[in-house]
């Protein structure tokens, strides 16, 4: 498959820092196919139901299989429905909003402006219970594709949350005073439900489900305000004390109690100590969302924390698996590694952003 988004949103910083026009070609050839419908019904993998292949006002979740009509057929991925997905659409907005407070161009967020409110309408269409926070519906419906969800939760609540807070900075900017006001009353009523629902005075929890894995700690419970520190926001939205905690919180578990720091951040962890085997992808360590959180802790000022979790990665992938050349996306403990020469991993440059941008604030 071409550009898998969900994807493509950790690895975009390399293109981003390397090749910017290249980077925002992909974001232009993106946002037109999010009108686009392609009624043909396929049978999706994960649940055996049928559907079609692409709705309209939605993010796909690829540009499609190069073995057959790449960026005419879209969605080859046929285990899910796409257009069930929470993230791809959240992700699209975010990255919009990073791509304009890097480059500081102006035409391209008025351009991709009017697409993003309709993507928005698709958005809340998925709040289910009027909360204004998204809601998942017990399926696996993000890039966690194997790892079900139910109700809000810490992963695509919290892309939620960052999303309406860009959307309303985007309003402001381009003098859109009606989408203002609308998305900052929703934006209010998602913070506060992210908040009741989620926090458990420690961490934000995995889910809202009443199942023995809703309080796993997640690699990437706080996904989105990683977004929004790479797009120039403080604390605004996210309170400085809880992901503080989220992460002391992460990197005692799934970092330090993972093969005693030697391998990453494991994707899942519960409150006791033991791997979350709720799933495959519970149980293993990804490589982009290890880099994510070291990111993430240099932007909050957890260097010492952030070179730990890496290194651990670094010298199991690297020095003792002999991966350099084909990073794969997961591996799990004690020396298994899936789908090699993954995309997921040039997230490593999100890393080099962070340091990057760390230094112009000081400097400013």
Avoid at 11 to 17: D, I, M, T, V
Avoid at 39 to 51: A, D, I, M, Q, V
Avoid at 170 to 190: G, M, P, V
Avoid at 192 to 215: H, I, Q, V
């Amino acid at each position: 498959m071409y550009n898998t988004y969900d994807v493509h949103f950790y690895a975009n910083f390399a293109l981003l820092q390397l090749w910017p026009k290249l980077h925002l070609s992909i974001q232009y050839h993106i946002v037109e196919t999010i009108q686009f419908e392609d009624p043909e019904t396929r049978l999706f993998l994960f649940n055996g139901k049928e559907g079609s292949r692409k709705t309209s006002n939605s993010v796909p979740h690829d540009i499609g299989d190069p073995d057959d009509q790449p960026w005419y057929k879209l969605n080859a991925y046929i285990i899910h429905d796409a257009k069930d997905w929470k993230d791809l659409n959240l992700k699209f907005i975010l990255t919009v909003y990073r791509d304009y407070f890097y480059l500081k161009d102006l035409d391209y967020l008025k351009y991709m402006w009017p697409y993003i409110k309709l993507l928005m309408i698709t958005v809340q269409s998925q709040d289910h219970d009027g909360d204004g926070l998204i809601d998942s519906e017990g399926l696996p419906d993000q890039t966690y594709d194997a790892w079900s969800v139910t109700g809000a939760s810490a992963y695509c609540g919290g892309l939620h949350v960052a999303t309406l807070s860009c959307v309303c900075k985007i309003a402001k900017i381009l003098e859109d005073t009606e989408c203002f006001e609308k998305y900052e009353k929703i934006l209010s009523k998602a913070k506060k439900a992210y908040n009741d629902k989620l926090w458990n005075g420690k961490y934000y929890k995995y889910d809202c489900s009443n199942s023995d894995y809703n309080d796993s700690i997640m690699t990437d419970m706080c996904c989105g305000h990683w977004y929004l520190r790479s797009s120039g926001f403080d604390h605004e939205v996210f309170e400085k004390e809880k992901i503080k905690s989220c992460l002391e919180t992460i990197f005692e578990y799934n970092v330090m109690k993972y093969a005693n720091g030697k391998a990453g951040s494991v994707n899942g962890m519960k409150p006791n100590g033991s791997v979350d085997i709720t799933s495959m992808q519970s149980e293993e360590m990804w490589i982009g969302t290890t880099c994510a959180l070291a990111s993430l802790m240099i932007f909050e000022g957890m260097n010492e924390k952030a070179w730990k979790t890496l290194e651990g990665m670094y010298n199991l992938l690297y020095n003792k698996l002999g991966l350099a050349f084909q990073t794969p996306e997961a591996l799990m403990m004690p020396n298994v590694y899936r789908s090699l020469g993954y995309m997921r991993a040039l997230c490593i440059w999100s890393v080099q952003y962070a340091l990057e941008q760390k230094k112009e604030q000081q400097h400013n």
